[in-house]
């Protein structure tokens, strides 16, 4: 642990610049406690701002591809970078796997009898699923593809909320908004107001992975890059780690 920290703060003051850059990264709105942690501790060290903007991935997707200034974007699933890369919108030789994640089933603390897993979806007990929205929320996406899997889709088609971002989501179900939500296990992690009912296995084949890349057009490319490469040391990754995220290895 000790020596994890002193590289990273090694890490840090090698990349302390003379003159300091403002980066705007796009990120996946699930990550946004551990972002903001990590950007502060870099901020410190090395100078530079760091502005976020937070989101679904399909849309922070959508805004890069209509212009939006980004130096970075880190997205909650291959797709939205696969978008991305091939419409040459991402830096070439900037683009790898930074994290992973799993999906589970939440509900409000506050009433955790009715439902106890998966099968009960599809019950008198849910009336609203919070989803994200399956055509630009990663979390949607993946719940949606989970559940057909499953053969559970055409039992709660009509019961699902689709939302703009997993953090909506979340939100639904700590007030009472909905029933049950499928969020990441990281935002599940971060609420005192919902209980994990239920995991999707690992083994279950969804492979859910935080690609992250420069920016084509990025202003500030190298310190873009910077950023990036700090997210991928030793400490950086103690950090994610506490927020519940895995290594995609």
Known sequence: MVLRLVSLVLFLLAATKTNAAEITVFAAASL??????????YETSSGDTVRFNFGSSGALARQIKEGAPADAFLSAD???????????????GTRRTLLANTLVLVVNKDDPTAVKGFDDLTGKAVRRLAIGEPKTVPAGTYAKQWLQD?????????????????????????????????????????????IVVAEVPLSDGLDITYPVAVVKDARQPTAAKTFLDYLGTAGAMEVFTRYGFLSPN
């Not at 946004?32 to 501790?41: W, Y």
């Not at 055409?154 to 007030?175: F, M």
């Open 32 to 41: 946004t406690n551990a972002l903001r942690e990590l950007a502060a501790t």
């Open 78 to 92: 291959q797709l939205r970078a696969d978008q991305l890369e091939q419409a040459g919108l991402l830096l070439d």
């Open 150 to 194: 499953k053969k559970l889709w055409s039992g709660v088609i009509d019961k699902c909320v689709p939302l703009d971002n997993v953090r909506s989501v979340l939100a639904a179900v700590e007030t009472g908004n909905a029933d049950a939500g499928l969020v990441y296990k990281t935002d599940a992690l971060i609420s005192k107001k919902v």
